[in-house]
C-alpha cells in the first residue's frame, strides 16, 4: 500500500501534472480458482492439465482533474478498475532413467487478461458533466495469449549433457495510434499486439572425477540463434525499427 503515500508533501512543481497517493484507499482484493488434473502415463512421463480463473477488485488506477482555470492537471490514484484473468496450462513432462538418454518438459499456456478501460480525460469530463463513466473491457498491457516453454536435455548421468531451454510467446498489447498528419482514426485501447518472441538458449556440458572431487566444464550459450525481439514498438506502426512519423 505505498501508494497511499506517494507524494506525501503534495508537492506540484510548475509546469507538471503530479500525481498523489490517497490515504482512502483499499486493499486490492483477489478471488481465486483453480482445478487440474495430473496423470501419470508410463513410469518416466506425466502431464498436467490446469483450468485457473482470477478477478481482481478495488485495482488501483489514476483520476485525473483540472484546476478552476483549466491550464494544469493533477492524478489521483484511486480504486476504480478491475481486472480477471483465466485461462488453461498443458504440461508435459519426461524424464530420464537410467537406461534413456534424453529427457524433455513442455509447457502450453492459453491466457486472457482483461480490464476496465483506463482513461483520464474520459474520467475527468464524466466528472465534471456528472454522467456514469462508461465501462468496457479491453486487454490489460501484460496480457500474453499463448505462452510456450520448454527444455530437452540430452546425455549420460555423470559423463556429458546438453540442454536446451526454448520460449515462444505471444507479444504484448499496445495502443496503435496514426502518424502526426492524420487525426481520423482512433484505436480502441491495448488494440494492437506487439510481434511473436522466442529464445533459445543452449548449454553443453562434461563431467570429471578427479580422486573424491567431482567437477564439470560447461559451455552456455544465451540466445543461440541471436533473436532480435521486439520488446518496444513505435505505436503508429506496431514495430521497433520503423517510425512512420519520420519521413
Known amino acids: 500500500m505505498i501508494r497511499i503515500y506517494q507524494n506525501p508533501n503534495f508537492l506540484a512543481p510548475g509546469s507538471t501534472s503530479p500525481t498523489f497517493g490517497n490515504p482512502n484507499l483499499e486493499p486490492e482484493r483477489s ?19 490446469t483450468g485457473f480463473y482470477k478477478d481482481v477488485t478495488n485495482l488501483l488506477d489514476f483520476e485525473t482533474y483540472r484546476t478552476s482555470k483549466g491550464d494544469r492537471t493533477y492524478s489521483v490514484i484511486s480504486n476504480i478498475n478491475y481486472a480477471n484473468v483465466k485461462g488453461i496450462t498443458f504440461s508435459l513432462m519426461k524424464r530420464k532413467d537410467a537406461s534413456e538418454l534424453f529427457a524433455f518438459t513442455l509447457d502450453y499456456t492459453f491466457s486472457m487478461a482483461t480490464g476496465n478501460r483506463t482513461d483520464e480525460d474520459a474520467f475527468f469530463y464524466d466528472q465534471k458533466s456528472g454522467r456514469q463513466m462508461e465501462k468496457y473491457f479491453v486487454t490489460l498491457p501484460f496480457d500474453r495469449t499463448h505462452v510456450v516453454n520448454g527444455t530437452f536435455s540430452l546425455g549420460q548421468s555423470d559423463n556429458w549433457n546438453a540442454s536446451i531451454i526454448y ?21 480502441l485501447q491495448n488494440s494492437g499486439r506487439r510481434p511473436f518472441q522466442w529464445n533459445v538458449d543452449l548449454k553443453l556440458e562434461k563431467y570429471f572425477k578427479f580422486g573424491a572431487i567431482n567437477y564439470s566444464v560447461f559451455v552456455q550459450v544465451d540466445n543461440v540463434f541471436d533473436t532480435e525481439n521486439e520488446i518496444y514498438v513505435y ?4 514495430r521497433s525499427l520503423y517510425n512512420a512519423d519520420e519521413k
Open 31 to 49: 478471488i481465486q480458482y483453480e482445478m487440474g488434473l495430473q496423470q501419470q502415463v508410463t513410469d518416466n512421463l506425466k502431464f498436467d492439465f
Open 167 to 187: 520460449s515462444l510467446l505471444t507479444g504484448t498489447p499496445y495502443t496503435p495510434s496514426v502518424p502526426v498528419e492524420s487525426y481520423a482514426t482512433t484505436y
Open 235 to 238: 505505436s503508429n506502426s506496431g
